[in-house]
């Protein structure tokens, strides 16, 4: 099946692509968001390839997916033709939640897919057929070594994301235990916070270079008051890394009792904090934990056989 697909979250593309299709990947000249092309920071298999988006009309799109409401009349444009489609949707509704309607809310021709029962709970799809397919992640291997008794955050865009992603409290976290940011434009975080130099930011690494480095802190803190469930989140639970997560969106599923701490109460998560900080041996217990728990849930084949499922029944055989 040839699949035209948008670069437009990294991490979840990186794993849709490791499928059997083919997934082409619109390319403009500018590399904008409408045309980025491959991963540049991403290890993506050679069944993705970029074409320009004035090539389009001669492939032959058997299936196009939307992750972004204008996408659809941009694919209109671009095959010159209609070809079936659905829409990915990561992210949580935002502004009056219990009154927000989904952008396909009112059109019964395009399922929209879910990434967390969180999402579809949340979200009034209207007409629109719903599907949940949960995160599938590849597996970056049981990296942990812990040896820096300090804590990895992993966020992008957190000064204009700031209450969104929970930048607002880094700096309660960090008196509790240094804080490593790894991100997006992250690199004026600290002078931002008000913080001194005890806060180290790492932009834009490759993923492999960032799963190395991340592997090295003790603990994973993942901030985050209103996201759907961060990627990165069970990237650190794969390599082996205990978490420290608020208790909310789809983080309260994703995370075990054993595999880290989860709560809403600031004292709780900063006492676990500082646990998992100064006990290795503790720390060391529940990333394994976490890595057995994202394994059992959020394993690639899973994810692509989910994936393959719907799609057949959307383009079949």
């Known amino acids: 099946m040839k699949i035209m697909v948008w670069h437009v979250h990294g991490s979840w593309t990186t794993s849709f692509v490791h499928g059997e299709h083919e997934y082409l990947v619109p390319l403009t000249p500018d590399r904008g968001p409408d045309g980025r092309g491959r991963a540049a920071t991403y290890p993506w298999p050679a069944g993705a390839r970029e074409v320009p988006y004035d090539r389009f009309a001669a492939e032959d799109v058997d299936l196009v997916v939307y992750q972004r409401p204008h996408e659809i009349d941009l694919a209109r444009e671009w095959l010159g033709r209609e070809v079936p489609g659905v829409y990915v949707e990561h992210n949580t509704p935002a502004g009056d939640v219990p009154r ?10 395009i399922p929209v897919v879910h990434v967390t029962h969180f999402n579809d709970l949340f979200w009034d799809c209207g007409s629109a057929p719903t599907h949940v397919i949960e995160h599938g992640v590849v597996d970056p291997g049981h990296l942990y070594t812990g040896e820096l008794a300090r804590a990895g955050v992993v966020v992008n865009e957190p000064i204009r994301r700031w209450r969104v992603a929970g930048t607002d409290l880094l700096p309660t976290f960090a008196a509790t235990a240094p804080l490593d940011v790894f991100g997006m434009k992250v690199t004026n975080l600290p002078s931002k916070l008000g913080l001194d130099r005890e806060m180290v930011t790492f932009e834009d690494l490759p993923q492999a270079a960032m799963h190395a480095e991340l592997a090295r802190r003790r603990v ?12 990165s989140l069970i990237e650190a639970m794969m390599i082996g890394m205990p978490i420290v997560a608020l208790a909310t969106t789809e983080a309260v599923e994703a995370v075990p009792p054993e595999a880290g701490i989860v709560s809403t109460k600031l004292p709780t998560l900063l006492r676990a904090l500082d646990r998992f900080a100064n006990e290795p041996e503790l720390a060391v217990q529940a990333g394994k934990a976490a890595r057995a728990a994202a394994l059992a849930r959020y394993n690639l084949d899973r994810f692509l056989t989910d994936w393959d499922n719907l799609l057949t029944t959307i383009v079949p055989k």
């Open 100 to 109: 927000t309607r989904h952008p396909l809310a009112g059109r019964d021709d």
């Open 220 to 231: 994973y803190l993942h901030p985050y008051r209103w996201t759907s469930l961060g990627l």
